[in-house]
């Protein structure tokens, strides 16, 4: 079973930028859709950025423009520029649940690393 372990989080404030990255044991990223996505208090989990197994990118409406994804065989990352306060959320990477196929909040066989908070002040 593949285990995924989140880094990168903190405080900053707005304007400025943080790089998360997600690390992979117990198995890679390869041919796997990868993403990150997101969870503010009250609000459900969304997708910020994915990537799948042959580097096509996805960014929510919310991030294109400021956050990057990109990924190596046992890595990913989420560069984030120009964060605002409205970012603050833990943010989770995710290993879609097969090979070739897609991230999805409702993938029950995906695998999710444990988070990381993220907190932009104003």
């Known amino acids: 079973q593949v285990q995924l372990v989140e880094s990168g989080g903190g405080l900053v404030q707005a304007g400025g930028s943080l790089r998360l990255s997600c690390a992979a044991s117990?198995?890679?990223?390869?041919?796997?859709?990868i993403g990150w996505f997101r969870q503010a208090p009250g609000k459900e989990r969304e997708l910020v950025a994915s990537?799948?197994?042959?580097?096509n990118t996805y960014y929510a409406d919310a991030a294109k423009g400021r956050f990057t994804i990109s990924r190596e065989n046992a890595k990913m990352y989420l560069q984030m520029n120009s964060l605002k306060p409205e970012d603050t959320a833990v943010y989770y990477c995710?290993?879609?649940?097969?090979?070739?196929?897609?991230?999805?909040?409702?993938?029950?066989?995906?695998?999710w690393g444990q988070g990381t908070q993220v907190t932009v002040s104003s």
């Open positions: 990537i799948s197994w042959n580097r």
């Open positions: 117990g198995g890679t990223f390869s041919l796997y859709g």
């Open positions: 995710a290993r879609s649940g097969r090979m070739y196929s897609s991230v999805t909040s409702s993938d029950s066989s995906a695998s």
